[in-house]
């Protein structure tokens, strides 16, 4: 059985791709069942980037296929910010969501989107170098207060054009529509083929 490296620490990324990727034709392993836990910096002005810098980086470590994604908010009201800076977004004391809804608490204008990079790197190409990207998006907007308990970072003020957060929907609908699950949706032709034919790999372009 060929194992697949999901590139992330952070636990509810973890619940969510182990979610999506449960029908791989192969086992979905986490950096601490495998003793490669590691920060890799996420200096650059891309989600691509990012997502390519730590799917190589664990690949490297692992010598498995690995995946890694880089997601954001992006907001019309913020000129389509904070998007690769998501993750370190605030507003005063406050962090994330929180400094999200405070940063628009007076914009009528809430349209958002959010996106995700999904990067692929192989142990057998480029010494671990990322030759594949996939992408998701999801239209919607910032919510006025935080609704739903289901998800994490930006889903309890994430809104739907339905008028529902994507933290007040069931774990297999969030699934169906989300930027993660759109990208891996996307990427997941690709997946299953590199675990059961891995020479199938590509070589890697310039």
Known sequence: MTDLLLATSNRGKQREFARLLHDIPGRLVFP????????VPEP????????AAKADAYCRASGLLTVADDSGIEVAALDW???????YFTHGSLRQADALLAALA???????????YLALAHPEIGNGATSEMF??????RVARERR???????DPIFELPSGVTTAELPEEHKDAVS???RAVAAAMPRIRELLLHPASAP???P
């Open 32 to 39: 601490q069942e495998i003793g490669v836990e590691m920060e």
């Open 44 to 51: 650059h002005d891309t989600y691509a980037q990012n997502a």
């Open 81 to 87: 910010g904070p998007g690769v800076h998501s993750a």
């Open 106 to 116: 007076d914009a009528d204008d809430r349209r958002a989107r959010m996106v995700c």
């Open 135 to 140: 992408v998701g998006t999801l239209e919607g």
């Open 148 to 154: 739903g308990e289901n998800g994490f970072g930006y």
């Open 179 to 181: 930027h993660r699950g």
């Open 203 to 205: 070589p890697v372009l």
